[in-house]
């Protein structure tokens, strides 16, 4: 596996992880919801908590990221020696 392949395997990984976690504990306002009130979505969450999310998604994906590489990279997963 090349270093652009790699880059854009893990990117692709971050995402999908990313976009895993990004709903777990998402607390939403306990105000109930006005009418009149402007520029404030009632199902917008509290407190996002990005940077945390950020980091774990950072982590998940190079645990991830790093099985895939050791699989691909000792030819346990190879598609080449497969089709032939």
């Known amino acids: 596996m090349g270093i ?14 990313f ?6 504990g998402i607390k939403h ?11 404030i979505d009632p199902g917008a969450p509290k407190n996002p908590n990005i940077l945390k999310k950020f980091l774990y998604t950072t982590l998940i994906t190079t645990v991830i990221f790093a099985g895939i590489y050791y ?10 020696e497969f089709i032939k």
């Not at 652009?4 to 992880?17: E, F, H, K, N």
């Not at 976009?19 to 777990?24: G, K």
């Not at 306002?29 to 520029?39: I, T, V, W």
């Not at 699989?71 to 080449?80: A, K, P, W």
């Open 71 to 80: 699989i691909v990279v000792n030819d346990h997963f190879n598609l080449r």
């Open 4 to 17: 652009t392949g790699s880059i854009v395997v893990y990117v692709i990984i971050w995402w999908i992880v």
């Open 19 to 24: 976009f895993s976690v990004l709903p777990i």
């Open 29 to 39: 306002s306990e105000k109930p919801f006005k009418s009149n009130l402007e520029g």
